[in-house]
């Protein structure tokens, strides 16, 4: 029943000599498709390499003016509306502008009588006078 069996044991029948078989795979032959694909890479490559450096040369001696056409143009102003040239400038005479408004005395309507006044004479006023209110119903 227990029988000691080791697989690479040989029988008593076999020979010595014989031990796997030799012809399944040929082993200079699939070293030497992989020396030959990496030589044929890297030729591939160095041909890209030279084909890119050709390409390179021929465009940089092909300069020719950046902007042609507004060479011929001068000074041209763009059309309306422009860019600020100085935005922190334009910001300070808005609010400016509209300090005046605010803090200043003018008609808003001539013919209907409206005028403007000041914020804290408009306050002072309404201190002064009240607020209308409704009559008392009952």
Excluded: C
Excluded at 2 to 18: F, K
Excluded at 47 to 66: G, I, L, T
Excluded at 85 to 96: G, S, T, V
């Amino acid at each position: 029943m227990s029988e000691l069996h080791l697989p690479h044991a040989r029988d008593a029948g076999e020979s010595a000599a014989v031990h796997h078989e030799t012809s399944d795979v040929n082993i200079r032959a699939i070293l030497g498709f992989g020396l030959g694909l990496i030589v044929v890479v890297a030729l591939l490559q160095f041909v890209v390499w030279v084909m890119f450096k050709y390409f390179d040369s021929r465009e940089s001696a092909k300069v020719s003016a950046e902007y042609p056409r507004a060479v011929s143009q001068g000074d041209r102003v763009p059309p309306e509306p422009r860019l600020q040239i100085n935005p922190r400038e334009d910001l300070q005479d808005l609010r400016a502008a509209e300090d005046a408004i605010l803090n200043g005395y003018g008609w808003v309507d001539k013919n209907a009588g409206i005028v403007r006044i000041p914020i804290d004479e408009a306050m002072k006023l309404t201190l002064q006078r009240g607020l209308p209110s409704r009559g008392d119903k009952k």
